[in-house]
């Protein structure tokens, strides 16, 4: 009622209203609640000039709401209707009944929402060439791709390297995937063959708005339309990665520029092996300990986080090896994260990895009968910059429960237990920590647990 009466008062002055950065903001939150009618009142209203509102910097937002609102309306109904289908035949087998008016609204607002998205959606594709480098369209071309897709991306896979510094989303970016019509998934097939087919398709990874699109695009493609990721990759490769590839003395130019790395890492997490392989070769190979000196050290981390193969991350092990010691006691967590996960999924390197564990924490028992090794890796910084602390980190919690899924795990296990009772249950009753205790217990662990299944 509130939302009606609020919307109501807002007939005739729509565009005025939400390119208003405080009212903007209020409609933005009050959307969700508003009625069938209300709803498509208002996104009727915006159809009147699609151009302002997709630029504007407060209206572009609120355009971007009502079109994951719509989103939302066709995701549910197709998982009510999945859902609901075999007890639906049954009913009608045994008796011919009325659609309830309630259902009958329904499905006119879900038709309505359909045919509204895929309207914006052909708007924006129609306008990408303006769009896609500006700083406020391009977050609604972002949407429209997740939209059109229905693959939905994860927040902070487009975040800055800063706030994804703690971050554990090391997926591969996507949070949910829907079925889409066929129109819509034209809609995305063209988006990408206009994109390729863009005479400076090798600036579009160098600039912030246009870069974050491109990284949406390689998302939603690999969640849908996979086979036109590997020729979009290709060439994201030869015009954008490759531009220089570096000498002995110098770093790759993709490197040197945040937006044009934050694409190669989104590309590495979902790329095929081949082009896994070429960017290693040309672009890592020989260079990860420089790299991992800067902020590239990002970069390191989705390389090893995309390694599906045991030889090509032996490879990159034995180079990054010899800086081990200073990785963990300067506060690199989230290098020594990411090789301990690697070595967990291909089940390789994992006792050689434990081994320097213990030897960075000075434990003088070979067998980790000592608390010194849990204690040292709980406390692991994620990164150099971060403060030091005594307490538990993120980073070491992940890293434990990370070497809990060891094969062997027995060395973490047997300096888990020989922590003092006092010092067990913080652990337990710490936020992070607490994970660690979920993990012991839920894993198969020879000795420990030898009857669980």
């Known amino acids: 009622m509130f939302a009606s009466n609020v919307f109501s008062q807002t007939a005739g002055s729509e565009l005025e209203l939400v390119c208003n950065q405080l009212v903007s903001r209020v409609l933005e939150k ?29 209206a572009s937002h609120v355009l971007e709401k009502k079109m994951k609102l719509a989103n939302d309306c066709m995701n549910n109904a197709q998982t009510k209707a999945s859902a609901e289908e075999p007890a639906k035949k049954e009913l009608e087998s045994e008796n011919e009944i009325e659609k309830p008016e309630k259902e009958e ?37 972002r949407t429209m791709l997740q939209c059109v897709s229905g693959v939905t991306v994860m927040t902070d896979i487009l975040k800055s390297k800063k706030s994804r510094d703690q971050s554990d989303e090391n997926g591969d970016g ?73 000498t002995e003395n110098t770093l790759p130019y993709v490197f040197q520029d ?3 790395q934050r694409t190669l890492e989104v590309a590495l997490s979902v790329g095929s092996s081949t082009f896994y392989d070429k960017a290693y070769e040309k672009l890592f190979k020989g260079r990860l300990v ?47 994260l990411a090789i301990a996960k690697a070595s967990q999924k291909l089940v390789t390197k994992q006792g050689n990895f434990l081994s320097k564990l213990l030897e960075f924490s000075s434990c003088t028992d070979p067998e980790g009968n000592n608390p010194c090794l849990i204690q040292s890796v709980l406390r692991i910084q994620a990164s150099k910059f971060s403060k030091g602390s005594s307490k538990i980190t993120y980073a070491g919690s992940q890293m434990v429960q990370t070497l809990l899924r060891f094969n062997k795990p027995i060395k973490m296990i047997n300096s888990m237990l ?10 337990f009753c710490d936020p992070c920590g607490s994970y660690v205790m979920d993990t012991f217990v839920s894993q198969s662990i020879p000795g420990f647990f030898p009857n669980r299944g």
Request: charged share 25%.
């Open 258 to 260: 945040n937006c044009a």
């Open 174 to 246: 996507q949070r949910g995937i829907m079925a889409r019509d066929k129109a819509f998934l034209e809609v995305l097939r063209e988006f990408t063959n206009r994109i390729m087919l863009w005479p400076q398709f090798g600036d579009l990874a160098y600039n912030e708005a246009s870069a974050a699109t491109l990284q949406t695009l390689i998302l939603v493609l690999n969640g849908s339309l996979g086979k036109l990721l590997p020729p979009l990759l290709d060439l994201l490769y030869s015009k954008c990665f490759s531009q220089e590839e570096g």
């Open 290 to 336: 420089d790299l991992c000196e800067t902020e590239s050290k990002f970069a390191v981390i989705s390389l090893i986080g995309g390694c599906k193969d045991k030889e090509k991350f032996s490879e990159i092990y034995e180079e990054l090896e010899p800086n081990f010691k200073r990785f963990f006691t300067e506060g690199e967590g989230g290098i020594m």
């Open 105 to 141: 609204n329904d499905q006119n607002h879900l038709k309505f929402c359909t045919e509204w998205l895929l309207k914006v959606s052909k708007f924006v594709l129609n306008n990408m060439e303006e769009f896609v480098n500006d700083t406020y369209a391009s977050h609604v071309v």
């Open 418 to 427: 020989s922590l003092p009772a006092n010092e067990l249950r913080d652990l």
């Open 30 to 58: 009050i959307l969700p609640f508003a009625s069938s009618e209300v709803f498509q009142n208002f996104a009727n209203a915006l159809n009147s000039d699609l151009r302002i509102v997709c630029t504007d910097p407060f």
